[in-house]
C-alpha cells in the first residue's frame, strides 16, 4: 500500500515512502548494505576522490579495490574516455609524467619493489629498465639461473632479447634443427 503525503523517515529526505516508511532508495540501501547512508562506488567527482575510494590499506601495502585487468593489474578510468593502470596514475600524481624511455634509450617501466600487482602505493613503486625488473623478478626468468632443460644462462649459451628476457642458446639451436630436420 503506498501512503502518500508521508514523507521518508531518514532525515532530510523528503521523497515518499513505500510501506516501510522509508523512500525506495533508502530501502533498497538498508537491504543490500543495512545502513539507509550507504554510499556505493564513487562514480563522480575529482580523479583523486574516485582514486582515493578505490584504495585500501593492507598491510605495508595500499590495494586497489576496484577494476583489475588480466594481468592483476588495477585499472583506472581517468575519464570516460581513458582508462590507465591504477598504479602508473598513482605515480605520475606525485613524480609527473612517467617517461618513456631513459636516457640510453631504453625502455622504463614501474617495477613493484612489494611484488603486489595491486598495490598503489607509491613509494613501493619504482621506474627502471626492462632488464632491471625482469633480473628482479623472483617468479619470473630473471631469478632463474638454467632453463628448463637444466643449461645455464651464462656467457655464450645466453641470449637477451629486445624486451630484457632471456633465452637458452642450446635449446633455441636445438628447437631450431628440429623444425629444420620437419621442414
Known amino acids: 500500500m503506498w501512503y502518500m503525503g508521508t514523507q521518508c ?13 522509508m523512500c525506495w532508495m533508502h530501502y533498497h540501501r538498508v537491504r543490500r548494505h543495512g545502513d539507509p547512508h550507504h554510499i556505493g562506488r564513487v562514480v563522480y567527482g575529482p ?56 636516457a640510453e634509450g631504453k625502455r622504463l617501466t614501474l617495477d613493484h619493489l612489494c611484488r603486489t600487482r595491486t598495490c598503489v602505493r607509491v613509494d613501493h613503486l619504482e621506474l627502471v629498465t626492462d632488464q632491471v625488473q625482469v633480473d628482479r623478478a623472483t617468479m619470473h626468468y630473471g631469478a632463474r639461473t638454467h632453463c628448463a632443460r637444466g643449461h645455464e644462462f651464462s656467457g655464450a649459451n645466453l641470449i637477451t632479447r629486445s624486451d630484457g628476457g632471456r633465452r637458452c642458446r642450446t635449446c633455441t639451436n636445438e628447437r631450431v634443427r628440429a623444425r629444420n630436420r620437419r621442414v
Not at 523517515?9 to 516508511?21: H, Q
Not at 588495477?74 to 606525485?94: C, D, I, K, N
Open 9 to 21: 523517515k531518514i532525515e532530510d529526505c523528503s521523497k515518499p515512502n513505500n510501506n516501510t516508511g
Open 47 to 102: 580523479a583523486r576522490e574516485r582514486f582515493d575510494a578505490k584504495v585500501q590499506p593492507q598491510g605495508e601495502c595500499m590495494v586497489w579495490t576496484a577494476a583489475i585487468n588480466k594481468s592483476g593489474y588495477g585499472s583506472f578510468g581517468v575519464s570516460p574516455s581513458e582508462t590507465v593502470l591504477a598504479h602508473r596514475w598513482a605515480y605520475a600524481q606525485e613524480h609527473g609524467p612517467i617517461p618513456e624511455r631513459n
